[in-house]
């Protein structure tokens, strides 16, 4: 779409929040609580993508260097909000009895049930969102406004909604992320802020605009992180892929899967 | 090359290292065969489809050529090749008979002698007309160079001149974006012309033009000829047939006939191509 | 003379470089010259404060001068700056002597503190002026000119490069918290005593690092100028605005950009070495992502592609952040994020755009 979404990690952190929300509203059914903020924590972060895009984006298509400013600028607003409301610190969110332990493959090998969920839940909305863009009117008119507005527009696509229906699906993505990561992750007004260069890095590295490049790139991008880190340790780590990242663009200006010919340049 | 080939060539005692040969100076290319570019054999895909398939084109010196062809044929990629932007994926293409425009970059094929005006007009629209003019002329263009280059009184003279040739003269301060559609395309002619370049591919010069400024434009091109070569692609047949002596039609990324207009309007094939069955 | 022919057409130039004469004049005299307590006088805080500023100025003119003038949005600008800090900062370490709380006159404190026994081997010299002079210039020079060289040269563009330039800054900011680099990691380099023998902590001293703010900016701007007014300026903004057509006319765009690109980092750099004596300290944070981003917007409010508009932002913008973090710390960062949003939606221009605009009306 031409937009750089740098509020991308604070919609992330919107989702985690909906999730210690709801587990506070709920506290006597845990178990319930984590299916129950998939769909809220999908409608809150995609009201506020929606919201974004409606009050801001929409002036800036075409112009991804300013939607990068503008929406860096909401992440500051979004932080602050929830420091300012909740709390500056980390928030405690629990995780229900079904997605502890672990599944022992064999000594050495253990895999804990909560990343083996959220790894099937991974590819459950990967498949979702591939399907909703391959097969679907809302996919396919979505996908026609990407390539030529003007032209989509002309075939009686309204393209003002399926521009915020885009967003907020992404963002809904972005905060179902979000339910995904508490079970994972400390919760706190920052947990944005460490996910934002690491997926926009996976974007650089799988290319813009390209499902398949991203979902390649963010598991090779993780895997190749891991597997540095034992040795060199985790900030080291870090720091080559980012270096690893700033050669491969050398290579491949355009990500892993570029667009070719005539259509790319204009 | 393979290996073995590449060692028969390092003994041998008359081949002379790449970085140890001369530069060519660009006004003595060797244009004893009387072409000035030759492409053969070119052939370019993008994700499979073959933008360019095996096209074979020789430009003569002085010599004044139109491209036509309907869209998609590979005009504007030819000229892309050429130019350095694309890459081919086989065959080669020769400027003169000693330089090979494969190995170059833009800017050194540019400097080389071959100017290029875009299909859709491109100038510095934040510059004034002047300074366009200023900016393409030839000279060293290297960074040091060019951060202490001064205007001197020839240098201004000649763009003066070629402002006349314009007809851009009254324009000279203002900024380029405020430029109709029509003056942008001969300025941009213009930053050509001061590039003084032997080889000139003008890609749709008359675009949005009107028909005064048509015939000016064919007058032009025409007045540039054989000092220079010029290769005109264009979708106008008026101002193809008032300006063609030889046409080259293109079809999908290939030579489909080539020849004067009238032998070419014709020709069965380009009539097929164009009017379809 | 040279600098009259600079700011022949530059109207905002001539208004700013006098101000700044007139401040640089001013400020010392009521610092010095009149009583603590006189209405008029000038506290050394207020004037450190300003002299704060004016590096934030040189460092906004450098980014101005690649995103305005040459299309480079670099949101990495900040590294440059942080590492001509890093080099002023390792002088400072080594003034101070056997005056750290341990006493041990080879090694600064954080060293000892992590049992190292000798002074790792780039830290060496850093206790020369002249070289520390040097290293100001080369270091963040050299790196702009290998991450340039490596950018430009496979054409990474836009976005792209917006978001490397980055990735370096953040990478280098996790590698500067660890200790194992050898640059203090999470407290940086602090306790300064003394700049070439003068105490940092005298008014005189502060004095004379305001000054020499004043006239790197002054100098810094001049110089930017000069290469704008010059035709490599003006092939400068012919790539800004039509990149391939600046190559087909036969200059070298990458070489163009690499150039201005690292003397650019050199601006930023020596910014930052005149930004860490004033401030007393320099620490992995100077490398966030988020300070970078921010010193874009500095420009961006006071406007792109004018130079003194970079400084009408740069100043502007820490004169609120200063009175937010007193008066409502929670604001700030509303009041920054509102910033952004404003800037790029209603305000492309800037307020200089905004001024302009009017008088061209009236």
């Not at chain 1, 032209?151 to 699906?169: I, K, N, Y």
């Not at chain 2, 932007?85 to 540019?110: C, M, N, Y």
């Not at chain 3, 207020?46 to 002299?51: C, I």
């Not at chain 3, 390792?90 to 000798?118: A, C, H, K, S, T």
Request: charged content about 15%; glycine content about 10%.
């Amino acid at each position: 779409m031409g937009v750089i979404n740098m509020a991308h990690g604070e919609l992330i952190m919107l989702g985690a929040y909906t999730t210690f929300i709801i587990q506070q509203l709920m506290p006597n059914t845990i178990a319930l609580s984590v299916i129950v903020a998939i769909p809220a924590a999908f409608i809150v972060s995609g009201a506020t993508g929606i919201l974004i895009e409606r009050s801001i984006i929409r002036f800036l298509y075409g112009r991804p260097l300013e939607t990068l400013l503008a929406t860096f600028g909401v992440s500051l607003i979004l932080q602050q909000l929830v420091r300012s409301l909740i709390s500056p610190q980390n928030v405690p969110v629990s995780n229900p009895d079904w997605m502890s332990g672990s599944l022992a493959i064999n000594e050495v090998l253990s895999l804990t049930y909560n990343r083996l969920y959220i790894f099937l839940f991974c590819l459950i909305v990967f498949a979702a969102l591939y399907i909703l863009l391959r097969r679907t009117t809302l996919g396919l008119q979505v996908r026609a406004v990407s390539q030529n507005r003007a032209m989509a527009r002309a075939m009686g696509v309204r393209s003002e909604r399926v521009d915020a229906m885009t967003f907020g699906l992404g963002a809904g993505v972005a905060g179902i992320a979000g339910v995904a990561l508490s079970q994972l992750t400390n919760v706190g007004p920052n947990l944005g802020q460490a996910y934002i260069i690491d997926s926009y890095m996976v974007v650089v590295f799988g290319g813009v605009g390209n499902l398949l490049g991203t979902l390649v790139a963010g598991l090779s991008l993780g895997v190749a992180n891991k597997l540095i880190e034992p040795s060199a340790g985790a900030v080291l780590a870090k720091i080559l892929v980012l270096v690893f990242i700033i050669l491969f663009i050398q290579k491949r200006p355009r990500g892993l899967f570029p667009q070719k010919g005539r259509a790319a340049e204009h | 090359m393979n290996a073995l080939e590449q060692l028969r060539r390092s003994v041998d005692r008359d081949e002379v290292f790449e970085f140890l040969r001369p530069k060519i100076n660009v006004r003595d290319l060797d244009l004893t065969h009387g072409t000035i570019l030759y492409l053969e054999d070119v052939s370019v895909s993008f994700d499979g489809f073959k933008a360019i398939n095996d096209l074979n084109l020789y430009i003569d010196a002085g010599e004044l050529r139109c491209i036509i062809g309907p869209n998609g044929a590979g005009k504007t990629t030819m000229m892309d090749i050429i130019t350095g932007k694309t890459r081919p994926d086989t065959g080669s293409v020769f400027f003169g008979q000693r330089i090979d425009l494969l190995k170059l970059s833009e800017p050194e094929i540019a400097s080389n002698g071959i100017g290029r005006k875009f299909q859709k007009p491109t100038v510095f629209e934040y510059h004034t007309v002047f300074e366009n003019l200023e900016l393409a002329m030839e000279g060293d263009k290297r960074v040091w160079p060019t951060l202490r280059a001064t205007l001197s009184g020839e240098d201004k003279d000649h763009i003066d001149e070629t402002l006349t040739t314009i007809g851009l003269q009254e324009h000279a301060q203002a900024y380029a974006g405020a430029l109709s559609h029509g003056q942008k395309q001969w300025l941009e002619i213009g930053m050509l012309l001061m590039q003084n370049p032997l080889l000139l591919l003008v890609d749709e010069p008359v675009a949005g033009m009107t028909h005064q400024e048509m015939d000016r434009t064919a007058e032009l091109l025409t007045s540039l000829a054989g000092k220079r070569s010029v290769v005109v692609v264009e979708h106008d047949m008026d101002f193809v047939r008032s300006i063609a002596r030889k046409v080259t039609v293109l079809h999908q990324g290939s030579v489909l006939a080539e020849g004067s207009m009238d032998d070419v309007q014709n020709d069965p094939k380009v009539v097929e191509v164009y009017l379809g069955e | 003379m040279l600098i009259a022919r600079i700011l022949k057409n530059d109207r905002g130039g001539q208004i700013f470089l006098a101000l700044l004469l007139l401040l640089s004049v001013l400020v010392p005299l009521l610092n010095l010259g009149l009583p603590k307590g006189h209405a008029l006088h000038v506290s050394t805080y207020t004037l450190t404060l300003l002299g704060k500023y004016l590096t934030y100025a040189l460092l906004a003119v450098s980014v101005d001068l690649v995103w305005g003038f040459l299309g480079i949005l670099s949101l990495g600008h900040g590294a440059f700056f942080a590492l001509g800090g890093y080099a002023m900062g390792m002088y400072l370490m080594r003034q101070i002597g056997d005056r750290g709380v341990y006493g041990n006159p080879d090694l600064p404190d954080f060293m000892v503190f992590l049992n190292w026994q000798e002074l790792p081997w780039f830290w060496h010299g850093f206790d020369m002026f002249w070289f520390t002079l040097i290293m100001i210039v080369l270091v963040p020079g050299v790196l702009a000119f290998v991450f340039g060289w490596l950018a430009f040269r496979s054409r990474v563009t836009g976005v792209y490069l917006s978001i490397i330039t980055q990735a370096l800054t953040y990478a280098l900011m996790l590698a500067f918290f660890r200790n194992e680099m050898g640059f203090g990691g999470n407290n940086g380099l602090t306790d300064f005593k003394d700049i070439l023998g003068f105490d940092l902590q005298s008014d005189a001293t502060r004095v004379g690092l305001f000054l020499a703010s004043a006239l790197a900016l002054a100098a810094g701007y001049l110089a930017c100028r000069a290469i704008i007014n010059s035709r490599l300026g003006r092939v400068a903004i012919a790539i800004r605005d039509a990149e391939d057509r600046t190559r087909f006319i036969g200059y070298r765009v990458e070489h163009v950009k690499l150039w201005i690109f690292t003397f650019s980092a050199i601006l930023a750099g020596i910014a930052g070495a005149l930004y860490v004596p004033q401030v007393g300290i320099i620490n992995p944070g100077e490398f966030s992502p988020l300070n970078s981003i921010e010193l874009v917007v500095w420009v961006a409010v006071g406007g792109r592609a004018t130079l003194y508009g970079a400084v009408l932002g740069a100043m502007g913008v820490n004169y609120a952040k200063t009175w937010f973090t007193a008066a409502l710390p929670d604001g700030w960062l509303f009041a920054l994020g509102a910033l952004f949003i404003l800037v790029t939606v209603l305000l492309p221009k800037g307020i200089i755009g905004l001024l302009t605009r009017r008088g061209a009306r009236s």
